[in-house]
């Protein structure tokens, strides 16, 4: 059974890898034997990809800013190119901003909706053209639990996460019958720069904790086995699933 964890021989592009869960995934799905393209904004940061070419795993860092369409646009040609192939996507890249929905900023409502949930669909369906041409595939997008819930002073992130959740089932539909397998994680409360100010509020991070069953925040290495999982053949006839990481947060 063991092998069917393998991801040997398999290349992975990876958005949002520079910090977080991103960066977690991109080293998880390295250590389990894949090459990995880190798609990020910065060239000169190349700090994961020496670790995981330390690994003994190809990696390459392409410039991808997900607020730059075309740039995603070329993300999963580039790959192909100086990788030689495409087998797993995850577009893990993510912005949040808080106000009270009366005086939610238009301009903040775009720009979430466009990192978010835009420039997933558009990664997305440049893998999905390669993918279903070659009959075999693995996207894990990233939703939230706010996918589920709607959450206080996030509506764009709401929207944009359960746009997520349906973006995911109805490429799934499309997809499945090409051996493409498309799937979504679901982080609950995890500890990351974008939960810097939960995390530090005294108040507000005692009552999360003991809302989560499994009684502390999640951490970017919690989600290393689930997307190696979804990006395996292990995980082969799963498709269109909404896979929670959360401490058991959405059963509460």
Sequence with gaps: MKHAFDLSGKVAAVSGSTRGIGRSIALGLAEAGADVALLQRSLSDTTLQEEIRQLGR????IECDVENRQQVRNAVPETISRLGG???VVPCAGIQHRSPSV???EEDWDRVMQVNLKSVWLLCQQAGRHMVEQGYGKIITIGSVASFQGGF???????AKGGIAQLTKALANEWAAHNVNVNALVPGYIDTDMNTALVSDPTRSVQISE?????????????KGPAVFLASDAAAYVHGHLLAVDGGWLGR
Excluded at 58 to 61: G, H, P, Y
């Design 58 to 61: 190809k990696c390459e860092i």
């Design 86 to 88: 495409l087998h797993i």
């Design 103 to 105: 005086d939610f900023p």
């Design 153 to 159: 002073t996030v509506p764009a992130y709401a929207a």
């Design 211 to 223: 809302r989560i069953p499994a009684a502390r925040w999640g951490t970017p290495d919690d989600f």
